[in-house]
Structures are given as structure tokens and as C-alpha cells.
Nanobody
Framework: QVQLVESGGGLVQAGGSLRLSCVAS????????MGWFRQAPVKEREFVAS????????SYADFVKGRFTISRDNAKNTVYLQMNSLKPEDTAVYYC?????????????????WGQGTQVTVSS
């Protein structure tokens, strides 16, 4: 019922910024809690950020607090991840996900719908 497409990834130097976007195809985008996750080579997928259905509440992993900001525009069926002060350890494939569970929630098993991912590479 929900298709998600991420964009905005790329190669950036340490200390730089990127903004990721995730566009949802569907009629009821405002019914979904949205999240961002990432997965680096040989590591498991980990939670990055989540935002409630109306955008009024957010949650972040400790390692991105003060650097990343999640936001959404329900009129555009889009969720964003603004990434500042990027570090080489932020290098990963970043995934957008959606769930009907009331959020924000950082539990990946709550999320039913996932995008294909977008690569972020931070060089030193």
C-alpha cells in the first residue's frame, strides 16, 4: 500500500552536509510514523531518527543528536533527513521506512514498508 523512494545520497567530505529525501506513493501518508535507518558494511541495520504522524514529535539515536534533523511535509508526501557535520563513520546505506504504529519509534521491527536505500559516503 506504500512505496518509498529515497534520494539525496552521495559522496561528501568530513564536516560537510547532505539532505536526504523520501517520497511516499500513497493516499494516507499522514497516517504513518516515519523513520530513517542505516546499514554500514558488515554491520547490522541501526536506527537513526523517527518522526510522528503529524510531525510534532521526533526521536534520534545518540550518535546523531545535534547533527541530524528529521522533518516531514505531509502535503508533499515527503520525509527529510538533514545531515550536518558528517563523519566517516556515518558512511552507510540509508533507508526510509513507514509504520502505522504510533511514534516516534526506533524499533525497526515496527516498520512494515521500506525504501530501496541511498548510499552516503563520507571521506576524510
Amino acid at each position: 500500500q506504500v512505496q518509498l523512494v529515497e534520494s539525496g545520497g552521495g559522496l561528501v567530505q568530513a564536516g560537510g552536509s547532505l539532505r536526504l529525501s523520501c517520497v511516499a506513493s500513497g493516499r494516507f501518508f499522514s497516517s504513518y510514523t516515519m523513520g530513517w535507518f542505516r546499514q554500514a558494511p558488515v554491520k547490522e541495520r541501526e536506527f537513526v531518527a523517527s518522526i510522528s504522524k503529524s510531525g510534532g514529535s521526533t526521536s534520534y539515536a545518540d550518535f546523531v543528536k545535534g547533527r541530524f534533523t528529521i522533518s516531514r511535509d505531509n502535503a508533499k508526501n515527503t520525509v527529510y533527513l538533514q545531515m550536518n557535520s558528517l563523519k566517516p563513520e556515518d558512511t552507510a546505506v540509508y533507508y526510509c521506512a513507514a509504520t502505522l504504529v504510533v511514534g516516534p519509534t526506533g524499533n525497526q521491527y515496527n516498520y512494515k514498508y521500506w525504501g530501496q536505500g541511498t548510499q552516503v559516503t563520507v571521506s576524510s
